[in-house]
């Protein structure tokens, strides 16, 4: 970490800069993309042993795989001959071949094959594919760039008590409904919007608001690692919605588990995944009809796509980060933005966050 400081206060909402300007992103790209742990897929998506998944992180090519012993991997999805990009959309095999120069990997990234070698003796051991820390964790699959980056348990122990309660495991995750999109704002305003409810009853009055309120939404637990929250919906049911920085925010409720992950692709630019997990299978074209999912999970008779609202409102306050503003309170309403920002501080800055903070037991 170097001595540079990008200040701000944690209890306030971040400067406007911080979501306009390229030395913020260069330095986020760093420090977190990079160097921390990062939701990149789900198990469901690398099923069966030969699985081979392509996804890129802080600009670094990586490949998902899973082994033919079934163990998850992580290696750099860069041939170690000349740098060609190896793997480049998903597919199954038990090797990984250089589409350049058929330089041929096992699944543990050790290099086999290097064709015409006659005079040059290559030494294999120095040209293996480097590999990152990947851990699985219900069902969802965490990597970091990072070797010494703290366990992943440690980084979720706060939530832990509080997914095991709503029977996670026993969810499968539906990969041919997952979504992709493009928002033309700043990650960090996507993450945000999605991890507190303070907007609701403003952004969301018929589609949401009418069936889980703002004013039924609370906070449980949580510090700058991880948090959740919970509300009511439908003034019988409980849900509890799970927030990992960088970028993923979970909704959990019986029977059935919404994910949203956002990762950064410009100062102004974001990509936007969405995902679904059911205790069992449903019938759906599209992810993007969220209505109809909320419409069974909570006995809604009919509830409009609330996406695109969120989309609207988050480009709509990149739109504003053009300008400046002195930065307001945040409320306490607004606690895991709170935490959202103690988590930000502590990877640009080095700042160790506050503690755990609890207002609700499990259940």
Partial sequence: MSSTNFAFDPLRALPAVTYRDQAWMDVEIDRIWRDDWVFVATEDALRSP??????????????LLRDQHCELKALSNLCAHRGTLLVDKPTN??????????????????????????????????????????????????VSLNLEVEALSSR???????????????????????????????WKIAIMNAMESY??????????????PTKGSYYVAGSARSSVTGGTYMERRDYRLISIPPGFVGVLSEGSLLWLATYPTGPN???????????KTQHRSTLRDIGEWLSDTIEATSIPDFLPEDK????????????????????????????????????????????????????
């Fill in 156 to 186: 979720l122990k706060t939530i832990e008590p509080h997914v095991i309660a709503y029977e996670i495991d026993e969810l499968h995750h539906r990969t041919d409904l997952e979504s992709n999109d493009e928002w033309d704002c700043n």
């Fill in 93 to 142: 095999g038990t090797r990984i071949q250089c589409p350049y120069h058929a330089w041929t990997y096992d699944n543990s990234g050790r290099l086999l094959i290097v064709p015409f070698q006659f005079e040059d003796v290559v030494d294999k051991s120095e040209h293996c594919l480097s590999s990152y820390r990947i851990e699985s964790w219900h069902g969802l699959i965490f």
């Fill in 312 to 363: 609207e409102i988050c480009e709509r306050v990149q739109r504003g980060m053009k300008g400046d503003f002195k930065p307001g309170q945040l409320l306490s309403v607004e606690r895991v933005v709170r935490d959202f920002n103690h988590y930000y501080n502590w990877r640009l800055n080095g700042v160790e966050p506050p503690p755990i903070h609890c207002e609700r037991a499990v259940g």
């Fill in 199 to 212: 907007h609701l009853f403003k952004v969301h009055p018929d589609s949401l608001e009418p069936y889980s």
């Fill in 50 to 63: 030969g699985d081979q998944l392509p996804i890129e992180l802080g600009g670094q090519p990586v490949l």
């Fill in 269 to 279: 630019s974001c990509q936007i995944r969405t995902g679904s997990a059911f205790a």
